[in-house]
């Protein structure tokens, strides 16, 4: 197995993205991927099938003009089949309506009208920045979150260490590794990686023992994968 090979002309970074690479690969071939349920009705398997063509362009889109003429190409496909879709789901909708008041079944009629009412939420945005003060504008609070979370993160402490030895770290242990794996929260939704714990608790000896190489090696170059270094916020106003 490709994971199991020496790691002595790799850096962290190299071996995480093999692993990563090899652990999804792995898991599309022998697992798959169960299709999430939509929560939009009118939504068909001929739009979802263009959602995962858009998805798919989304990680290169970046990189050349092309890339980025084909995801939003895409991305309007997606839109216009969408359309299409909630338009004749709402005309279905309105005939079962109709039909139910012909034939007197009006208390299905008025349950899919009150399935079709939709209740206005006004967003609210309740953030305050270090004075206290209400901010209302998008990119006040958007500020105010960048200098949260940068302040969050500040290393503050301070290195009095005046030694010119370096002591060697003592090497991290199978058995700690596998405990880490043991206690990782299942039913989580997946990090940056996209890689869920289920996952990594599948075969626990060849993923112990790869992480384990992977940690040590981190502890021996001092650098870290970009992954595991990036951090995403999602704000919930």
């Given at each position: 197995m490709i994971l199991a090979e020496t790691t002595k002309e790799r850096m962290p970074n190299e071996l995480w993205e093999e692993m990563k690479k090899t652990l999804k690969d792995t898991a599309n071939s022998v697992i798959g991927?169960?299709?999430?349920?939509?929560?939009?009705?009118?939504?068909?398997?001929?739009?979802?099938?263009?959602?995962?063509?858009?998805?798919?362009?989304?990680?290169?889109?970046?990189?050349?003009?092309?890339?980025?003429?084909?995801?939003?190409?895409?991305?309007?496909?997606?839109?216009?089949?969408?359309?299409?879709?909630?338009?004749?789901w709402l005309e279905e909708q309105c005939q079962m309506v109709e039909e139910g008041l012909k034939t007197a079944n009006t208390k299905h009629a008025f349950q899919v009208v009150k399935k079709l009412r939709k209740t206005f939420t006004r967003k609210q945005h309740n953030i305050q920045d270090e004075k206290g003060r209400l901010l209302t504008e998008l990119h006040d609070i958007l500020d105010r979150w960048k200098t949260y979370t940068g302040k969050l993160y500040m290393d503050e402490s301070k290195d009095d260490d005046d030694t010119s030895v370096e002591e060697k770290a003592a090497s991290i242990l199978v058995d700690?590794?596998?405990?880490?794996?043991?206690?990782?929260?299942?039913?989580?939704a997946a990090g940056y990686d996209d890689l869920p714990a289920e996952l990594i608790k599948l075969d626990t000896d060849v993923i112990e023992r790869v992480f384990c190489m992977l940690c040590n090696l981190m502890v021996d170059t001092g650098e870290w994968p970009d992954d595991w270094r990036r951090s995403v916020f999602v704000t919930i106003p």
């Open positions: 991927k169960r299709r999430k349920s939509t929560n939009k009705p009118w939504i068909t398997e001929e739009t979802l099938r263009l959602m995962d063509n858009r998805k798919s362009l989304k990680a290169n889109k970046s990189r050349t003009e092309e890339d980025r003429r084909a995801y939003c190409q895409a991305s309007a496909a997606v839109q216009r089949q969408a359309g299409r879709d909630k338009q004749r700690k590794v596998r405990e880490a794996i043991r206690r990782l929260p299942c039913g989580k």
